[in-house]
Nanobody, 121 residues
Framework: QVQLVESGGGLVQPGGSLRLSCAAS????????MAWYRQAPGKERELVAQ???????NYAEFVKGRFIISRDNAKNMVYLQMNSLKPEHTAIYYC???????????????WGKGTPVTVSS
């Protein structure tokens, strides 16, 4: 089994910063992609940022220039540095990874339980 544990969410004032962390553990052979999604109240879950095993990144338009995704392959961790936060960034942020549980096995997706981010004065 694979477990994902997110941390770092909370309440922050507009213009502030937060750093989210996600730790992956379990019987993982390799991790190809690590990503952060968000789900705001009444809206569908959407991609925020993604990083591949070679460090290539992909960002949603609404976070370009504000958020930075990074990963530590040795620790199986992914981070999301969120700067210049706005109230519209309020959401539950979920960690997502694509892994192979063994050599030659198909990719499998796993989700964390989410960490809430509230941007409010």
């Amino acid at each position: 089994q694979v477990q994902l544990v997110e941390s770092g969410g909370g309440l922050v004032q507009p213009g502030g910063s937060l750093r989210l962390s996600c730790a992956a553990s379990g019987s993982i052979f390799s991790i190809t992609s690590m990503a952060w999604y968000r789900q705001a109240p009444g809206k569908e879950r959407e991609l925020v940022a993604q990083i591949t095993s070679d460090g290539s990144t992909n960002y949603a338009e609404f976070v370009k220039g504000r958020f930075i995704i990074s990963r530590d392959n040795a620790k199986n961790m992914v981070y999301l540095q969120m700067n210049s936060l706005k109230p519209e960034h309020t959401a539950i942020y979920y960690c997502n990874i694509l892994v192979r549980l063994d050599y030659g096995k198909p990719l499998a997706a796993y989700w964390g339980k989410g960490t809430p981010v509230t941007v409010s004065s």
